[in-house]
């Protein structure tokens, strides 16, 4: 999709995982949108009403993620259902 946030969202190095100190699980390719959350959060002592427009940017950025290998998981199962029914 076009202007997604997966898309817009800059790239994280491994080296700034790291230094981020982001869990293993979290270091995909949303982490470069997980960090600035992260260090908002610390800043503002987590407050809930605060850091929205990260969230929430950080959130879609997953979702289109899961959009993405839904997608990919039903290519694969028609792929391999395709094989079966030769």
């Known amino acids: 999709m ?5 898309e817009v969202s800059p ?3 491994r080296e700034e995982m790291r230094d981020a100190k982001l869990p293993i699980a979290y270091r995909d390719s949303c ?3 997980l ?3 992260n260090r908002c959060r610390v ?5 809930p009403w605060k850091c929205n ?9 997953q979702y289109e993620e899961f959009k993405k290998r839904v997608t990919k998981m039903n290519e694969l199962r028609e792929a391999k259902d395709g094989m079966r029914s030769n």
Do not use: Q, V
């Open 43 to 47: 800043d503002t002592y987590y407050l």
């Open 35 to 37: 960090i600035p959350l």
């Open 2 to 6: 076009a202007g997604s946030a997966a």
């Open 31 to 33: 982490a470069g949108l």
């Open 11 to 13: 790239r994280a190095t």
């Open 53 to 61: 427009d990260e969230r929430h940017s950080y959130e879609k950025c």
